[in-house]
């Protein structure tokens, strides 16, 4: 009896809480695990500057899981924030609109370069997209032929590279990383080595086309990772050949385990980046409920403070941890774009 | 076996080799070779549980204690409220400099010249940036310390720690390091002076997340993770106990019953993600619970654990003999009170039993918790159940994934808390069975 009257008691008690959350004064913010540690320094000294607002929450989960949620709809049950290693697509958009979520505004925070690193013991290494394109595409020309990729060995690839076998620890469909690595690294490989010229000879369908191009091998020398950069570390350290793709925040976290590649003979670094001469670079942004601002305590002063140079600045604690701050001019007309209320 | 054996020797003086030829050397070959195998099963468990707690108290005892950095800090009042306007604006103590005063005492203490712009942001950087926050409670909490010079102790930068444990691998080329010869001559002009001190870690308890190591903690997850095993505990038990006792008391037997056994114990061996799915769709954006509260993970842990406590309950009650049942009747006792009064009471170790176990890997789970939102990064001790919070297993797994080297060992000094966490709730469970347990 007791019991089922404890059971009762709990019940009501928790529907009674649901009823009671309906108002709330913490900000929640979800999405790419790449943007999620400089969200978070932000989050939390924006706590710290701020002691009338409480610290935002900030949930992990990639770039797609954190838009999906964004676009479920506006008010206080719904996130205000998400986070994304990548632009919003079309197709997401269009999803949060029929949602309600008509007035989205996008913020980018800065850039984030993608480095090649192998163990520290390795000799220098210095990559070209061409070379990665063909080490680890699903399929190559060879002989004006497009085959299965054939080679077993860097060396085979580009005599000047290490007579290794080809190991590469890439990052897994689901990371907006992936979506960066076959832009910038396979796409413009399949270009520079003269395949695509081939592909398109070949195969009719322009989808098909871009994606041959991008597809990578499936025959092991290639593994995604689907988890973190900590996994990728762990493979490179239980395989010494083997070559990772880190963030450069993470790279330089970690430099005196890794040896970083130069790609087409550049050095990452957050200089390089800044000025575009390392290739590998994507933005980030978060996307803003203009709905939420002024309705969650805090929202507006949380994205303000964001912006601000002293968090995403070239000497601001974002860029100590890895991001490459976006140029003055830029980070001016971002922060005006918020104020403004532009939208998307 | 063996008496037979030698009585049939000891009688019988006939010649060994006409002796019926029953196996023996062939059986207890057998024997030893299975005891063999078992005890070689057994010693590959204690080989890898060993491995594991190894490889996780090395790694993770040195989270336990905490580089600090001692500084005779001057609060002095040009810095921290220089229009002395303290009084009527007491938000002023809140938003003050503090960090220059950090700055102005390392300058001082290492002999740095102030000008070197370069070198005072090294020195600078060996404290942490909670040193702010730091300061500003000491300030807060006693007003009257502003014009003193008074020893604080300062949490040292999470890689400074790492180094001062000999975490960091110092001969790597300098600019291949998060820490600079520069600052590592510091730490041994402090470590002489005695300002550089090791102490117990008590933030690791106390704080809630950080984006620094040095300042992270497990306490807003083990707070998260204690509002949830009262909510499955006040939820889970009671349901699961009243379900079990219908099941196995009054519930006729039939095709319907059996069919609720069968998917009570199919239930049981649902993957955990799914409770996580059901908990979004159901708890939050049906039924318009907050994201990322613990009421919603208790609630999803609960249904979790409802079908081992059900079995466990069921099996409880099933142990208890026919007897004792059939005796309560016959001395004139209804059924319900032959159940609340003896059948009940002589189940309950193992039905506490069940319900720790099922409890304990409540404590453990994460995947559930990824889709609700509580795999997050939580500053703010959460108030009640309601506000967001996150879990002990999230917060190991989310430690794991950090970048900085000084998360390596936090990583495992929460997986150290959380093994101690289970080990007592575990021990719990066995005591309560030798206590309590009878034997027919």
């Known amino acids: 009896m007791n019991a089922l009257k404890l059971t009762a008691a709990a019940l009501v008690a928790s529907v009674a ?31 710290e500057t701020f002691p009338d607002f409480k610290t935002p929450v900030v949930e992990s989960g990639g770039t797609g899981a954190g838009l999906k949620e964004f676009c479920k709809g506006v008010g206080p049950d719904t996130i205000d924030i998400a986070n994304a290693s990548r632009k919003i697509k079309d ?39 061409k070379d990665l394109y063909l080490g680890l595409a699903a399929q190559v020309v060879v002989d004006g032929k497009i085959v299965a990729n054939p080679y077993t060995k860097w060396s085979e690839v580009n005599k000047d590279l290490p007579d290794a076998e080809i190991a590469a620890y890439i990052p897994g469909e689901k990371h907006g990383t992936r979506e960066v690595f076959e832009e910038k690294i396979l796409h413009a490989g399949c270009k520079a080595s003269g395949a695509e010229d081939v592909i398109k000879a070949a195969v009719s369908d322009a989808k098909e086309q871009a994606r041959t191009c991008v597809a990578v091998r499936k025959d092991g020398k290639a593994v995604d990772i689907d988890g973190d950069y900590t996994e990728t570390l762990a493979r490179i350290a239980a395989n010494k050949n083997g070559i990772g793709v880190f963030g450069l925040a993470f790279y330089e976290n970690n430099a005196d385990k890794l040896k970083v590649a130069t790609v087409n003979g550049v050095v990452p670094s957050t200089e390089t980046i800044a000025s575009g001469e390392y290739p590998v670079s994507r933005p980030l942004f978060f996307y803003v409920k203009k709905a939420h601002l002024g309705v969650i305590p805090g929202l507006k002063e949380f994205v303000e403070f964001f912006l601000d140079d002293q968090m995403v600045g070239p000497e601001s604690p974002l860029a100590a941890y890895g991001l490459v701050a976006a140029p003055d001019a830029e980070r001016e007309a971002d922060r005006k774009a918020f104020t403004d209320g532009t939208m998307l | 076996m063996t008496d037979m054996t030698t009585s049939l020797a000891g009688s019988s003086p006939r010649p060994a080799v006409s002796r019926r030829d029953i ?23 204690i080989f890898f549980l060993g491995l594991l707690l190894w490889t996780v108290v090395s790694k993770g005892y040195t989270a336990f204690l905490q580089t600090e950095i001692v500084l005779p800090i001057t609060f002095s009042e040009k810095v921290i409220d220089p229009k002395n306007e303290r009084a009527t604006n007491p938000a002023k103590l809140m938003t003050a400099n503090y960090p220059l005063l950090v700055r102005d005492a390392l300058v001082q203490k290492l002999g740095i010249d102030p000008n070197n712009r370069a070198d005072v942001k090294l020195a600078t950087d060996m ?3 909670s040193a702010r926050t730091q300061l500003r409670d000491v300030v807060v909490a006693n007003p009257a310390i502003i014009g003193q010079t008074v ?26 390091r998060k820490v600079k010869d520069k600052q590592l001559a510091w730490m041994q002009t402090l470590a002489q002076d005695g300002a550089m001190t090791k102490s117990f870690n008590t933030g690791l308890f106390t704080s809630g997340a950080s984006s620094r190591p040095e300042a992270a903690g497990i306490g807003v997850a083990a707070l998260g993770s204690l509002y949830m095993m009262l909510i499955v505990l006040a939820l889970a038990l009671p349901i699961g106990v009243s379900a079990s006792i219908y099941l196995e008391e ?8 059996d069919l609720i056994e069968v998917n009570i114990n199919n239930l049981a061996a649902v993957p955990s993600i799914v409770y996580g799915l059901l908990g979004l769709s159901i708890f939050i954006n049906f039924a318009g ?57 002589l189940a309950m170790p193992g039905i506490l039993t069940g319900t720790i176990i099922g409890l304990a890997h409540a404590l453990g789970e994460t995947a559930p918790l990824l889709l609700i939102g509580m795999v997050a990064f939580v500053v703010d001790f959460p108030g009640s159940p309601l506000e967001p919070s996150t879990a002990l297993p999230v917060q190991i797994y989310m430690w794991a994934n950090e970048a900085e080297r000084a998360f390596v060992e936090r990583t495992s000094g929460a997986i150290i808390v959380l093994l101690i966490f289970l080990v007592v709730m575990n021990l719990g469970a066995i005591l309560l069975r030798r206590r309590f347990e009878r034997r027919w």
Do not use: W
């Not at chain 1, 913490?26 to 706590?47: D, H, M, N």
């Not at chain 1, 008509?102 to 997209?129: C, H, M, R, W």
């Open chain 1, 17 to 47: 809480f649901a009823g009671a959350a309906a108002a709330r004064d913490q900000i929640q913010i979800a999405g790419s695990s790449t943007v999620l540690p400089y969200a978070k320094i932000v989050a939390e000294t924006f706590g």
């Open chain 1, 91 to 129: 197709s997401e958009l269009a999803e949060c609109k029929s949602a309600g979520v008509t007035e989205v505004q996008e913020v980018k925070i800065g850039y984030d370069g993608i480095v090649f690193a192998t163990d520290s013991g390795n000799a220098d290494l210095k990559l070209e997209p």
């Open chain 2, 23 to 45: 196996g023996i050397k062939r059986r207890y070959a057998a024997e030893r070779r299975f005891r063999a195998y078992g005890i070689g099963a057994i010693s590959i468990g």
């Open chain 2, 127 to 129: 404290v942490s940036a």
């Open chain 2, 151 to 176: 020893p604080v102790a300062l949490l040292a930068e999470g890689n400074i720690d790492s180094a001062n444990k000999g975490q960091i691998d110092v001969t790597v080329d300098e600019a291949n």
């Open chain 2, 250 to 257: 009054f519930a006729p037997k039939n095709k319907l019953t």
């Open chain 2, 289 to 345: 619970m907050p994201r990322s509260a613990a009421l919603v993970g208790g609630l999803v842990l609960t249904l979790m654990t409802l079908p081992t406590i059900i079995i466990a309950t069921r099996a409880a009650l099933k142990a208890v003999p026919p007897s004792i049942r059939a005796a309560a009747l016959g001395l004139g006792a209804s059924k319900m009170q032959t159940i609340f009064h003896h059948v009940l009471p």
